[in-house]
């Protein structure tokens, strides 16, 4: 079975901190992918990355940047320099490439992030 | 339209009602999905079309019935919900079943009243 866990349920920063969502998963395959999707009030989520697990390198973009570690199964999150409109919920999510899950998307609870002015 | 579109906005529903779910993409998609998001619950897979068929049924109750017309079109039909069915529903799409991003339409918020 495939499970994906964020444990912070809500994070609330003041503008400017840098801010890390985390995510752990649970597999038994040895080819998947993760992902990162914001969802904002309007309700939609909206890709951020995709990693597949042979792929451990890092990854910035912009003030968005991966930490993708296989050992711990984990692939977090980090806003450096947050700002009020990356307020929204986060969710961290996984998918097998083959067997009964293949191209199911399963979710964790989400981290709702919380960034005042 | 580019995306993926879903009508209603806003649905609020008696128990003995019946109506009908809409989303619809223009992105050439084979895959759609519908995801049932509850207050402080994860996101649900309810059912998974691939190139129209079904492929999934998530154990979902059978008060929820989906249809896939064509690979642009998908809805879910709805009739005798309970007050826990309350939730936003989220349909999406990919380009084909797989390890692909899925894109989200912004839901349809159902209350049943």
């Known amino acids: 079975a495939q499970k994906v866990t964020q444990a912070q349920t809500e994070i609330s920063v003041v503008e400017k901190e840098d801010v890390t969502l985390d995510c752990v998963y649970e597999?038994?395959?040895?080819?998947?992918?993760l992902f990162w999707y914001k969802q904002p009030p309007s309700g939609e989520l909206v890709f951020l990355i995709r990693?597949?697990?042979?792929?451990?390198q890092n990854e910035i973009s912009g003030r968005y940047s991966w930490n993708f570690q296989k050992s711990t199964s984990s692939f977090n999150f980090t806003i450096t320099a947050s700002q009020v409109v990356d307020s929204a919920v986060y969710f961290c999510a996984l998918i097998f490439a083959g067997g009964t899950s293949y191209g199911k998307l399963t979710f964790g609870q989400g981290t709702i992030l919380t960034v005042h002015p | 339209e580019t995306g993926v579109t879903q009508t209603p906005r806003h649905l609020v529903m008696g128990m003995t009602n019946k109506k009908s779910l809409k989303c619809e993409q223009h992105l050439g998609h084979n895959a759609m999905y519908w995801y049932k998001q509850s207050a402080k619950k994860p996101l649900e897979l309810m059912f998974v079309y691939s190139l129209e068929e079904r492929v999934e049924n998530n154990s979902v109750p059978s008060r929820f019935s989906p249809e896939c017309p064509n690979s642009s079109h998908l809805f879910l039909h709805l009739h005798t919900l309970q007050p826990e069915d309350s939730a936003l529903y989220l349909c999406a799409s990919s380009p084909q079943m797989g390890p692909y991003g899925y894109t989200f339409g912004s839901g349809t918020r159902l209350t049943v009243v």
């Open positions: 990693r597949n697990s042979f792929d451990e």
């Open positions: 597999t038994r395959d040895t080819t998947y992918y």
